[in-house]
């Protein structure tokens, strides 16, 4: 088992900054990539975005790309996502994700561990 716990979640207005943590702990080999996803009221979870736990390469959604940024500590067994330049289309609840697949998929049902979230809100 993989427990993962998010953090850094809250109310920002529109341009501003959050980061989110996500501690890992438990099986880490079954980690080797991560993910951040978010999903907003009445609609489907979708991809933000993902690293390779060993290389530190780096995959983002469309939506995001030249604001956000994923990152992991290996000493802290820490992910973290820092979101710039925010929109109110930003709000959703904010998940990370854990598979032990081996490509940067952006897809939610390969991804095996899940953690419960913490919601982003942004205003205008």
């Known amino acids: 088992q993989v427990q993962l716990v998010e953090s850094g979640g809250g109310l920002v207005q529109a341009g501003g900054s959050l980061r989110l943590s996500c501690a890992t702990s438990g099986r880490t080999f079954s980690r080797t990539i991560m993910g951040w996803f978010r999903q907003a009221p009445g609609k489907e979870r979708e991809f933000v975005a993902a690293i390779r736990w060993s290389a530190g390469t780096t995959r983002y959604a469309d939506s995001v790309k030249g604001r956000f940024t994923i990152s992991r500590d290996n000493a802290k067994n820490t992910v973290y996502l820092q979101m710039n330049s925010l929109e109110p289309e930003d709000t959703a609840v904010y998940y990370c994700?854990?598979?032990?697949?081996?490509?940067?998929?952006?897809?939610?049902?390969?991804?095996?561990?899940w953690g419960q979230g913490t919601q982003v809100t942004v205003s205008s």
């Open positions: 994700a854990a598979t032990n697949q081996l490509v940067l998929t952006a897809t939610p049902g390969n991804y095996n561990y």
